[in-house]
């Protein structure tokens, strides 16, 4: 296990979030997304589908494009249909050309311990893309299972995005998941965790990490 004190930590890279919905990552990494961004990282938000499962498609695009502001954030659309991710050729062949775009050195991506199946595909396809991320976060979710984290950021100085990323998608108000009660509880239990009683924290598994 170890802590990352976000008042002052590493130099600056470009970090990929890849989700399989719209707020899957605000739910997930988005407080330290936020930390990243504000000391200088290039951000690119990833999100295989639209879920358009859980309201118009373009409306949920919207919200996403909107959260994505407040970390200044590029976002990329993939558009796979929504509960249907498919791991294979082309969907490996299509982040894999997208990342050899930007060329990022740090993915956050879905624990694949995960109940939903679109979370687990986007996990694997991001995984099966590449091997030349230097460091690599699993991100919990509301239907993520076995979760034993061994990273933590914390996020005081920016659980606030968090919360406006999140009420950003009024489509999806009615979700249990996104009361933001339950989500700084989830942040305070991390915090108590990993012995930093009193604060807020966001918490990974560390598939991958490389110091250069």
């Known amino acids: 296990m170890f802590l990352i004190n976000t008042l002052n930590y590493g130099a600056k890279m470009r970090i990929i979030a890849a989700g399989a919905h719209p707020d899957d990552i605000e739910f997930g990494c988005f407080s330290t997304l936020s930390y990243y961004r504000s000391i200088g990282y290039d951000i690119f938000v990833v999100l295989f589908s639209s879920g358009e499962l859980l309201g118009d498609n373009k409306l949920r695009e919207d919200e996403a494009k909107e959260s994505a502001k407040l970390i200044d954030s590029e976002i ?93 998608f009024k489509s999806q108000t009615e979700r249990p998941y996104l009361s933001i009660e339950s989500l700084k509880g989830l942040a305070e239990y991390r915090a108590y965790q990993c012995g930093r009683y009193g604060h807020l924290c966001e918490a990974f598994y560390c598939f991958k990490w490389m110091e250069i």
Not at 102 to 109: G, R, T
């Open 76 to 168: 990329k659309f993939f558009k796979f249909p929504d509960a249907n991710i498919k791991v294979n050729n082309k969907s490996i062949d299509i982040f894999r050309n997208y990342i050899s775009e930007i060329k990022p050195e740090m993915l956050f991506v879905h624990h694949p311990y995960d109940k939903h199946q679109d979370h687990k595909a986007t996990n694997e396809i991001c995984l099966s893309s590449t091997n030349s991320f230097e460091k690599i976060l699993f991100y919990e979710g509301p239907s993520t299972y076995n979760f034993l984290p061994n990273v933590y950021f914390t996020i005081d100085n920016h659980f606030d995005k968090k919360v406006k990323g999140l009420k950003i």
